[in-house]
């Protein structure tokens, strides 16, 4: 697969696309981001990592103009920024795609291409050209749908997210920001995604690549960042992470080590009555095991 990354660091007159800097979000009492610093570079691929509740989401949303951020400073091209909303996002350049998509199913792909942006000769819409483009531009990127009038609902998820990044990048987005693109994916349709998003970042975009899996994170990133908390724990470039280390800190490192003291004397396949004098915890929580 050819989503080879280069260790090269950029070149030091490169600017960011996008900037965080002490960035944090509130939602009344929740501290949902603390102190967060990010930079997006054209080219790049930047991963954000990190358990369920830990700010990804949170994180996107800000720089999609979905939330506006409560502390620190975002800026878009060196400029602050705080977005109101998803247009104006987008205004800059950056577009957002997330799991649940918003392709509309029973449409076809060119219309689903098209969708917002609908080409028109007079009154009418012109559906020869927009055909033609979609399928220059989806040809472009390798992929290959065939008829472009089926409607999208049929197509796997793998091609519907890739749809949806070539819309992105075809209209004009600078940045790029995927929201678990891979999470409900098999491993070959995972593959499909995971070569695209090294297209768009061959193509010069920043890629912003949310994702609970070290592995796809490792093979297109050039950036890592790992949240817990609504805080960054890890923030390394490609040269100063193995994969080994990156699946570690996802695994939870020491909270893992913790687990693994905390079961250790349980039997493989035992319930766990945790109840049960006999089943000794070392650990402040109980062990969640059962076998059915
Ligand atoms: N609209 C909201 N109102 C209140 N709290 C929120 C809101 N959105 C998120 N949170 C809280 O902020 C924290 C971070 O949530 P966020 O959705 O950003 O996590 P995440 O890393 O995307 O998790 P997941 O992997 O489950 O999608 C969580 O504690 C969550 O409960
Ligand atoms: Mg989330």
Known sequence: ????????????DVQPLVVMKDVGKT???????QGVHLEVYPGEVTCVLGDNGAG??????????????TGGVFEVG???????????AQALGIATVYQDLALAPLMSVWRNFFMGNELRRGLFLDSRR??????????KMGIHIGDLDRPVGGL?????????IARAIYFGAKVIILDEPTAALGVKQSGVVLRYIAKARDAGLGVVFITHNPHHAHLVGNHFLVLKLGRLVLDAHRDELTLDQLTAEMAGGQELD??????????AGKTVDPDDPEVELSGPG???VSDG
């Open 1 to 12: 697969m050819s989503t080879a990354v280069s260790s090269d660091r950029r070149p030091a």
């Open 27 to 33: 939602y009344g009492n929740v501290h949902a981001l």
């Open 56 to 69: 990804k989401s949170t994180l996107i949303k800000i720089m999609a103009g979905l939330h506006e951020h």
């Open 78 to 88: 060196g400029v602050q920024r705080h977005l109101a909303s998803p247009r104006a």
């Open 130 to 139: 927009m055909k033609r483009i979609a399928d220059e531009e989806l040809q």
């Open 156 to 164: 796997s998820g793998g091609q519907k997210q890739c749809i949806a």
């Open 258 to 267: 913790e687990l693994q003291h905390e079961l250790r004397g349980v039997e």
């Open 286 to 288: 109980k062990p969640q």
